[in-house]
């Protein structure tokens, strides 16, 4: 990132190969629509290279990155009029248990475990898996503490395990 | 924060979705963009770029320290080669040593010569008069000797009239016959008569055997 931000466009590619695949399935998956997905992984790249020049190297580029990210969804969210909740009890959108039992057996109960997530712990674990962010990197990225970011992995972890071990 | 292995594998299993081409263009096409745009910031460089920045900046100093004492070697010399009273007087001995060299005749080399062995004996007059040496350095300068011991004299006649003008100034014994001459010359147009009699004396005393010319005659010797 430094590279690029002295000129180098090549560094640039570099930089969006190794990223931009993590970076899709975290918006992707954070969102569940792949028009608005697409256009906010977009606008995430956009604002890294406008944003090149003031790049300070005091923190991982990854923790850059999906700060970016994550901002850019919570003003999708409060558009959308949902507030990203710090509470891992909040009840998780499209949580229908009759469709849980018909993809037990399937690869697609993962995923839907996942989905069923709610928002704040879907976002700590997909950093965690995805983004490879450790505890602080993730509270440092969603604007919380390492306690919060904490708890939500916890809680995320336990019920996707709890999913794949029914 | 332990990690959960099999669960992290089942997060793997799941379909790896990749963005559209379209979209890697178009993000790619807008990153060269702004680097052709906007040129790189005034900053200084880091990484393995950061050594340019202080190697360059001791070049230009070196450089500046360089020009600097060149220009305040050069003043010196140049103030020195301006200045007029900073140009050395050619020494008298030497400015007579180089007419010498540049108007020296035949004829007169042998007086010039013996003008030159001022303060060291002439050779010449110790192998011409060996027998004649001491009387002849015995004999009074002032005195009219007799023709033999004339020719005897004029022959050691050198370190007499070396003694005589030793108390003439350095240019005069240093010039030419022909430069003295030029010089009581001058005299005479001056009008200065008395100075130019004790010249053209002192000459002939030096010289006995130097032929003036009608012309110079008329110029060096009083007018009737």
């Known amino acids: 990132m430094l590279a690029y931000r002295d000129g180098d466009a090549g560094a640039f590619e570099t930089l969006y190969a190794r990223h931009r695949g993590a970076l899709y399935r975290f918006v992707l998956r954070s969102l569940k ?17 406008e944003a090149r020049e003031r790049y300070a190297p005091s923190a991982r580029f990854s923790t850059w990155l999906y700060t970016i990210a994550h901002n850019l969804l919570v003003d999708h969210w409060r558009r959308k009029g949902l507030v990203l909740v710090d509470s891992d009890e909040e009840p998780a959108s499209g949580d229908d248990p009759a469709r849980r039992v018909e993809a037990r057996e399937t690869a697609a109960r993962f995923l839907q ?5 709610p928002p704040a712990q879907r976002e700590a674990f997909l950093l965690h898996e995805e983004a490879g962010l450790s505890v602080a990197e993730i509270a440092a990225a969603t604007g919380s503490n390492e306690e919060a970011a904490k708890s939500r992995l916890r809680y995320a972890m336990a019920k996707l395990k709890a999913a ?3 | 924060m332990s990690d959960d292995p099999k669960l992290s594998q089942r997060y793997r299993d799941l ?19 702004a680097v052709e745009s906007r040129p790189a910031p005034l900053v200084a460089p880091t990484g ?3 050594w340019y920045v202080p190697v360059a900046a001791a070049a230009v100093i070196v450089l500046a320290v360089a020009v600097v004492a060149h220009v305040d070697r050069e003043k010196p010399d140049m103030e020195l080669a301006t200045s007029p009273a900073s140009v050395p007087e050619p020494s008298p001995p030497a400015a007579a040593v180089e007419a010498r060299k540049a108007e020296q005749p035949k004829p007169a080399r042998r007086a010039a010569k013996s003008a030159d062995s001022r303060f060291a004996p002439d050779p010449r007059a110790d192998s011409a008069a060996p027998a004649a040496g001491a009387p002849a350095a015995e004999a009074p300068a002032p005195a009219a000797p007799p023709v033999a011991q004339a020719r005897r004299e004029r022959d050691a006649g050198d370190r007499p009239a070396r003694a005589q003008t030793q108390g ?8 030419s016959p022909e430069q003295w001459l030029q010089r009581i010359a001058d005299l005479r147009r001056q009008g200065r008569h008395e100075e130019a009699d004790r010249e053209l ?8 055997d130097y ?11 009083k007018p009737q």
């Not at chain 1, 475990?113 to 997530?117: I, K, P, T």
């Not at chain 2, 003439?168 to 010039?175: D, E, H, R």
């Not at chain 2, 032929?211 to 010797?221: F, G, N, P, T, Y």
């Open chain 2, 48 to 50: 393995r770029r950061r």
């Open chain 1, 164 to 166: 794949i071990d029914e």
């Open chain 1, 113 to 117: 475990a996942l989905e069923a997530l």
């Open chain 2, 211 to 221: 032929r003036l010319s009608d012309e110079m005659k008329a110029r060096v010797e």
């Open chain 2, 168 to 175: 003439a100034s350095l240019a005069k014994v240093a010039q």
């Open chain 1, 33 to 49: 629509d792949r028009a608005v997905a697409e256009e906010l992984f977009q606008e995430a790249w956009i604002r890294v290279i």
């Open chain 2, 15 to 33: 379909p790896r979705e990749e963005p559209p081409r379209a979209i890697d263009e178009a993000i790619l096409a807008a990153s060269r963009r």
């Open chain 2, 201 to 208: 004396a002192e000459f002939r005393k030096r010289y006995p």
